[in-house]
């Protein structure tokens, strides 16, 4: 099929590659020169396992190019609109700028029966608000709504196979001809059995938010736990085993520590509990909120534990930090607890080295007053105490031994409960995790 991507971030450019890779002819579009340039290279402008390759090879057989002019589009048969749906300044509301403009500017290009499918992450009601619009241009365009679940790290994975596929579908005769068209451009997926959920605009845009919703809570339902392992000396992580074997319950996303953090799950959140104030079900969500302040109480206990540790004040003491990125394997510090734990160390006097594998570079951008080392053994080099709060591999495999004779005093505060206590202590370290006696 030839497809259009409006929007070419994370979301888009990601999928643009991905639909190229499964046979499509696919052109992305950016406002954003500077990117359209670099994808058009066949660079990836972030940490994404797998996307250069199947860019580069997307270009090389013509199947993909980027552009930043819209009226390439015409051609396409379906319109993906991928574009950020940012915090709006000021509230937890998600701004719908990009949104808007996105759609006005297809609609001068926009064919009869050709498909419009949101993509982006939108409050309730917005897609029947854009399917007017569509209208009233006197487009003959359709729209539906067809929410993405990727995650950072496997996200051209979970585009190539995603484990379930949502069409909003318009009430009207629309239907059947946006099930089709999404049907042949998911043909791959569908015949490898991926179940297809056919719904309406507004419960296709709820799957998406109550999706984070859920997750979110699980994290801070097993951070609330361990704040009360904390207060009797249990052990949140056997806590987190042992309820983790009942299926129901299940133990993925039940890892307690500094919490979430992302491009994702904490706008998301807020902007649900915004959305439904506004139409007067606030209370339905209330417990959101709460979701929310139990996770970034988690960034603080870390910062306390790191000043207990040094004996109540870090001011003037090196503490290495040991990640940077909201999660391992990605470059991304949108609303890092791993980044906030280092900047309020900072500001408390420390003299902070953060190191991470991919993420140093747009954490200078952020925060050009922290102290930043490549090596990991560099930020450890004569540590007052380290403290690990993105848990990449090279982290949970460092050794112990080795790494006591770098620092100056082996403190260690695991802030993602991922090294084994009994090893360290073994070697000499003094470690405290998050939950953990
Ligand atoms: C998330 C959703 O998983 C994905 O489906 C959606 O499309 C976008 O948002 P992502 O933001 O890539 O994806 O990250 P995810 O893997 O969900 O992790 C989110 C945050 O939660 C990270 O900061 C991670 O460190 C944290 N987390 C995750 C925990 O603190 N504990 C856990 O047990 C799991």
């Known amino acids: 099929m030839r497809l259009s991507v409006i929007g070419c971030g994370y979301l888009g450019a990601v999928h643009a590659a991905a639909m190229a890779q499964l046979g499509h002819d696919v052109v992305g579009i950016d406002v954003d020169g ?24 997307s270009i090389g057989s013509g199947r993909l190019r980027f552009s930043t002019d819209i009226a390439l589009v015409a051609d396409a048969e379906v319109h993906f609109v991928a574009v950020g749906t940012p915090q709006a300044r000021g509230g937890g509301a998600a701004d719908l700028t990009y949104v808007d403009a ?26 029947a608000r854009l399917a007017e619009r569509l209208q009233t241009a ?18 051209v994975q979970d585009t190539i196979s995603p484990d379930r596929l949502v069409y909003g579908l318009p009430a009207d005769d629309g239907r059947e001809h946006a099930k089709a068209a999404l049907d042949t451009v998911y043909a791959s997926a569908l015949a490898s059995g991926t179940p297809v959920v056919e719904t309406d605009y507004a419960t296709a845009e709820l799957v998406k938010v109550a999706a984070n919703a859920f997750l979110a809570t699980k994290i801070s339902f097993i951070n609330a736990m361990a704040e009360i392992a904390e207060v009797t000396d249990a052990d949140v992580t056997a806590l987190a085993d042992a309820i983790g074997h009942d299926t129901r319950i299940g133990r993925r996303f039940l890892n307690a520590g500094i919490g979430f953090g992302g491009g994702c799950l904490p706008k998301d959140i807020r902007a649900f509990t915004a959305r439904a104030e506004e139409l007067g079900r606030g209370e339905s969500v209330a417990f959101l909120k709460e979701i929310d302040a139990i996770n970034m109480r988690r960034r603080q206990r870390a910062v306390d534990l790191v000043v207990d ?57 952020l925060h050009p007053q922290l ?25 949970r495999d460092l050794d112990p031994v080795v790494t006591a004779a770098l620092v100056r005093d082996p403190v260690i505060i695991d802030g993602r409960n991922v090294l084994d206590p009994a090893v360290w202590r073994a070697a000499g370290w003094r470690y405290t995790g998050m939950g953990r006696p």
């Not at 090196?318 to 391992?328: D, E, I, N, Q, R």
């Not at 102290?371 to 982290?395: C, K, Q, S």
């Open 102 to 127: 996105a759609i006005e500017s297809l609609l001068p290009h926009l064919k009869a029966g050709s498909l419009v499918a949101g993509k982006s992450t939108v409050p309730v009601g917005t897609a």
């Open 138 to 155: 006197g487009t003959g365009a359709i729209l539906a709504w067809n929410p993405e679940f990727l995650r950072e790290g496997y996200a």
């Open 371 to 395: 102290g930043f080392a490549t090596d990991t053994m560099d930020a450890l080099h004569e540590a007052d105490a380290v403290v690990l709060v993105t848990e990449w591999r090279e982290y």
């Open 34 to 57: 500077a990117k359209v340039a670099a994808l058009s290279a066949g660079s990836a402008p972030f940490f994404e396992p797998g996307l250069a390759d199947i860019l580069r090879a």
């Open 309 to 365: 540790a040094l004996g109540g004040s870090v001011y003037r003491k090196k503490v290495a930090v040991l990640g940077l990125a909201f999660k391992p394997d990605s470059d991304d510090v949108r609303d890092s607890p791993a980044l906030d734990v280092a900047v309020q160390l900072n500001g408390l006097g420390a003299r902070v080295i953060a190191t991470d594998p991919a993420a140093i570079p747009n954490s200078i951008r």
